[in-house]
Every structure is written in C-alpha cells, then in structure tokens.
Nanobody, 114 residues
Framework: QVQLVESGGGLVQPGGSLRLSCAAS????????MDWYRQAPGKQRELVAG???????KYADSVKGRFTISIDNAKKMVYLQMNSLKPEDTAVYYC????????WGQGTQVTVSS
C-alpha cells in the first residue's frame, strides 16, 4: 500500500520560508501527480497546490506567487517551497492525490507567528 510521509514543517516568522517534503513509497515507482493540502484548526481541508504530468501546476489563489510545487522522481519526493509566509498559512499540511486517493499521512505542522 502506498505510504506518504510529510516533513519539513515548523515555526517560522511572517515573511519567512519553509520547504515541505513528501516522501512516497511502497507502490509508487514514479510520481506523475501529487497535491498538497492543508487543514487549519476548525476549518476544512483545502487544496493548496497540485502538479500533474510532472510539470503542470496549479495553486490556490491565496498562495499563488508564494508557493511552488515540484517533483524529484530520482528521490520519489514532492516538495512545496513556501515563501513570504503569512499567519493565515498556519495549518497541518498533507500530500495526496485527488483528495484522498492514498491513505493520509500524519501531515506536517506549519506555524507562522511572530
């Protein structure tokens, strides 16, 4: 069964940067598509960024121009580079496909606060 493991979260000041990583294993030989989602306390999970065919990207309006999603198939990793972070980016971040094609990982907490 496919396993997704997110990492790279932490506490960062507004305006700072973080790079999240998603490791895909057990059953995925090549990553062609992956999404990043986030869930803030008391809110529904939302799609933040996605990549398909390895190169076509999409972003939520709230993160356009600040976040970048990418794939490294040599390492079977998907990254989310987050710049100019804002307090409203605070959430648990998850990677997955089609909002739950694979079992959800534990997520990685991102906290943006001064």
């Amino acid at each position: 069964q496919v396993q997704l493991v997110e990492s790279g979260g932490g506490l960062v000041q507004p305006g700072g940067s973080l790079r999240l990583s998603c490791a895909a294993s057990r059953g995925i030989t090549r990553i062609n598509a992956m999404d990043w989602y986030r869930q803030a306390p008391g809110k529904q999970r939302e799609l933040v960024a996605g990549i398909t065919r390895g190169v076509d990207t999409k972003y939520a309006d709230s993160v356009k121009g600040r976040f970048t999603i990418s794939i490294d198939n040599a390492k079977k990793m998907v990254y989310l580079q987050m710049n100019s972070l804002k307090p409203e980016d605070t959430a648990v971040y998850y990677c997955n496909v089609l909002n739950g094609l694979y079992p959800w990982g534990q997520g990685t907490q991102v906290t943006v606060s001064s």
